[in-house]
């Protein structure tokens, strides 16, 4: 049996949690601008990390739930969230 699926879910959890933690950060600091506003982009690509993590796992059978909206529905300061990262996926992804 291969490792990788269990790293790949403990990844996953960790990315989530990460996200979560940030957001309620940002929220608790929201007077503190700048650190409200570096938690939300930390939190995004925790988001983005768990996204890439969840189509990593399916082709070794392992179902990561889809992250939920999370981050993308909290706005910085009312800005909008900018468009999923066009970069490619690292090649261990492939």
């Known amino acids: 049996m291969s490792a990788v699926p269990t790293v790949l879910r403990a990844l996953y959890e960790g990315e989530r ?3 979560r933690k940030l957001l ?17 982009d930390l939190a995004r ?8 993590l969840a189509r990593a796992a399916e082709p070794y059978g392992l179902r990561l739930p889809a992250p ?5 529905d909290r706005g910085s300061g009312g ?15 492939s």
């Open 17 to 19: 949690a990460m996200e």
């Open 24 to 40: 309620e950060t940002a929220e608790r600091d929201a007077a503190e601008h700048e650190v409200h506003h570096v938690a939300i």
């Open 45 to 52: 690509w925790s988001h983005e990390h768990a996204e890439r």
């Open 68 to 72: 939920s909206e999370g981050c993308r």
């Open 79 to 93: 800005n909008a969230r900018p468009a999923p990262s066009t970069t490619p996926a690292p090649a261990w992804t």
